[in-house]
C-alpha cells in the first residue's frame, strides 16, 4: 500500500515538473518538488516505525 503511494507521489510530482519546464507555472514546480520530496518523507517515516 505505501508503496504504491510513493510510486502515485514520484510520477505525480515528476509530471508536475514537467509540465512546469513546459509552461512556465512556478507553481507546478514547486508542486511536483513537494511531492517527490514527500515520497521520500515516507521512506523515512517507514524505517523509524519499524523497531
Known sequence: MILR???VLIVGGVVAFTMAQRTG???LRWLGIA???IALGL???RHLQKP
Open 35 to 37: 511531492l517527490v520530496l
Open 25 to 27: 507555472q512556478e507553481w
Open 43 to 45: 521512506r523515512f517515516l
Open 5 to 7: 503511494l510513493r510510486l
